[in-house]
């Protein structure tokens, strides 16, 4: 199967900064990416889905403006969290592939202090 | 809107019993289902993928079996070992937006 990359794998920031989350495509392309984010004890959640080239779509409840992604080429999505706050520490995932087939990052963990 | 239930949410079990973990959805149209498992603070490792017109799948001492038209699915493991500690999610891909939607996830502890 593909093989799909994150970076970094774990971040510590300070609230009020900004942290950009890097999710690579290494043999496979990714035409859509979509991100989750995953709290304690909890299952993933889709964020929003982004398709190559064009603006990605937010699920109800995620604000596009915090949470900026850029899927500018086959091989990389970012995900960009703006003006982080504690809240917003969570463990952040990747995912592409097709119906049929799926490839998950192996996911950042943000903490926001 | 699809909703995946996972039951029981914690199981605790000694090692070398045999356990099923449970997975309902509402919505039966999906094109497939699928079990993964999280070890804590990593990504998901993907177990088995059950498509729409299968029962079941196996891998080893694992097997899943799907009815779709009652919404439900099993993970069966066999012969239970310490390391198969972890938090074991289903999945199922279902709408015309083929979105990938998970349920809350079985921890299973598996004591030596």
């Known amino acids: 199967g593909a093989v799909v990359s994150q970076h970094p794998s774990w971040v510590i920031c300070k609230s009020g900064t900004s942290v950009k989350i890097e999710c690579r495509s290494l043999?496979?392309?990714?035409?859509?990416m979509f991100w989750y984010r995953q709290f304690p004890k909890q299952s993933l959640m889709l964020m929003a889905t982004?398709?190559?080239?064009?603006?990605?779509?937010?699920e109800q409840g995620v604000e596009k403006d915090k949470f900026l992604i850029n899927h500018a080429s086959l091989t990389l999505s970012t995900l960009t969290v703006t003006s982080a706050h504690p809240e917003d520490s969570s463990f952040y995932i990747c995912?592409?592939?097709?119906?049929?087939?799926?490839?998950f990052g192996p996911g950042t963990r943000l903490t926001v202090t | 809107k699809q909703e995946v239930t996972q039951i029981p949410a914690a199981l605790s079990v000694p090692e070398g019993e045999n356990l099923v973990l449970n997975c309902s959805f509402t919505d039966s149209a999906i094109y497939n289902l699928q079990w993964f498992r999280q070890d804590p603070g990593k990504g998901l490792t993907s177990l088995l993928l059950?498509?729409?017109?299968?029962r079941e799948q196996t891998s080893g001492r694992l097997n899943a079996s799907l009815d779709k038209s009652s919404g439900r699915s099993t993970l069966y493991i066999a012969a239970s070992q310490p390391g198969d500690s972890a938090t074991y999610l289903c999945a199922v891909i279902s709408g015309s937006a083929r979105q990938l939607t998970f349920g809350s996830g079985t921890q299973l502890t598996v004591l030596p």
């Open positions: 982004s398709n190559e080239g064009s603006k990605a779509t937010y």
């Open positions: 043999d496979f392309q990714a035409t859509t």
């Open positions: 995912r592409t592939g097709e119906t049929y087939e799926q490839y």
């Open positions: 059950i498509q729409s017109s299968q």
